[in-house]
């Protein structure tokens, strides 16, 4: 994989969070970490693909599920959540094969956030690191056959059995959002999936998310 768009994300994320440690307006009161959880819900639109380094394109997919908060201390917050996800990736080697599959899963988030801004006015930007979990309920794959000299030259199977994908998907992200008024949230972030997809390949997961919360 290359590293150019990680250096790249690492490097905005520290000039703005220095930006904004620079710009507060005056030294706010520090809520306690006594504040109640906030409970809310989460819609998420993806674009997902695999770190294979062949033609891998980004396809669509969505997210949708219940989403908690908790502060802890400082800027610090933690943020929890489970979703319904769907998502897939499409690549193709050429003289081999293209390759398409859609999963269903899922999603157990872990988010820990940094919350910058004045506190009395309950809004300001955020970073966020997220371990996550997901669990694969399903799939629906595509296989076609780009080998000029085979018989079955540009023909496609399908399937809908998990046989010998990765069930299991662990990972992170790191993403950078905007707090309006600690009820409505939005936020993008960019996937590391750590677990291979396939047994029989190194491929893992990447992707970009772009997340609407709303805590009631």
């Known amino acids: 994989m290359k590293k150019t768009p990680l250096i790249t ?43 294979i380094k062949s033609d891998s394109k980004l396809k ?8 908690a908060e908790k502060h802890l201390v400082y800027m610090l917050y933690f943020q929890p959540s489970v979703q319904f996800t769907q ?15 859609y999963f269903s899963m899922l999603e157990f988030d872990a988010g820990l956030l940094l919350k910058f801004g004045d506190e009395r006015l309950k809004r300001g930007m ?35 059995d998990l046989g010998i994908l990765n069930t299991l998907d662990i990972g992170f992200k790191l993403g950078i959002g905007y707090d309006f008024n600690r009820h409505w949230e939005i936020a993008a972030n960019y996937t590391f999936g750590l677990n291979r997809i396939a047994y029989t390949n190194n491929n893992t997961w990447r992707g970009i998310n772009l997340n609407l919360i709303y805590f009631f």
């Open 9 to 51: 994300l690492f490097c905005v994320v520290l000039a703005l969070t220095c930006s904004f440690l620079q710009a507060q307006p005056v030294k706010s009161t520090v809520r306690s970490s006594r504040d109640p959880w906030q409970f809310g819900i989460k819609a998420s639109g993806s674009f997902d693909k695999v770190s």
């Open 60 to 67: 669509f997919g969505y997210k949708a599920g219940i989403v």
């Open 87 to 101: 998502k897939g990736y499409k690549y193709e080697i050429p003289y081999g094969y293209r390759d398409e599959t």
């Open 126 to 160: 955020l970073l966020s690191l997220t371990p996550y979990i997901t669990k694969a309920l399903g799939v629906k794959w595509s296989q076609t056959n780009l080998i000029p000299n085979s018989p079955e030259y540009n023909t496609t199977i399908t399937g809908n």
